[in-house]
């Protein structure tokens, strides 16, 4: 088992930034890609980015590139989520999940994703 708590969320004016925070406990880190994924009011979940084992790939939605920023330090067990430039459509709850590192990373396929964190919420003021 895994344990994701993301942290961060809060309510920001458009043009702001957030930095959001995931932190695992319970298994190697190190052995999970690591994806945030967002859901918005009456929306279905979408694939935000995504980062592989150590780092050295990461991958974005259209809609968040240039403007977000994914990474992850492993000795802290944590991957983050620099959001920058927001925009009122960014208003979501954010989920970090885990993909595990035995399997083909295909980071924008959800069912990929063996552990999710409880969300954070994330709005993006006019």
């Known amino acids: 088992q895994v344990q994701l708590v993301e942290s961060g969320g809060g309510l920001v004016q458009a043009g702001g930034s957030l930095r959001l925070s995931c932190t695992a406990s319970?298994?190697?880190?190190?052995?999970?890609?690591m994806g945030w994924f967002r859901q918005a009011p009456g929306k279905e979940r979408e694939f935000v980015c995504g980062?592989?084992?150590?780092?050295?790939?990461?991958y974005y939605a259209d809609s968040v590139k240039g403007r977000f920023t994914i990474s992850r330090d492993n000795a802290k067990n944590t991957v983050y989520l620099q959001m920058n430039s927001l925009k009122p459509e960014d208003t979501a709850v954010y989920y970090c999940?885990?993909?595990?590192?035995?399997?083909?990373?295909?980071?924008?396929?959800?069912?990929?994703?063996?552990?999710w964190g409880q969300g954070t919420q994330v709005t993006v003021s006019p």
């Open positions: 999940a885990a993909s595990p590192g035995y399997s083909t990373y295909r980071p924008r396929d959800a069912q990929r994703y063996d552990y």
């Open positions: 319970g298994r190697t880190f190190s052995n999970y890609a």
């Open positions: 980062i592989s084992l150590i780092g050295s790939s990461t």
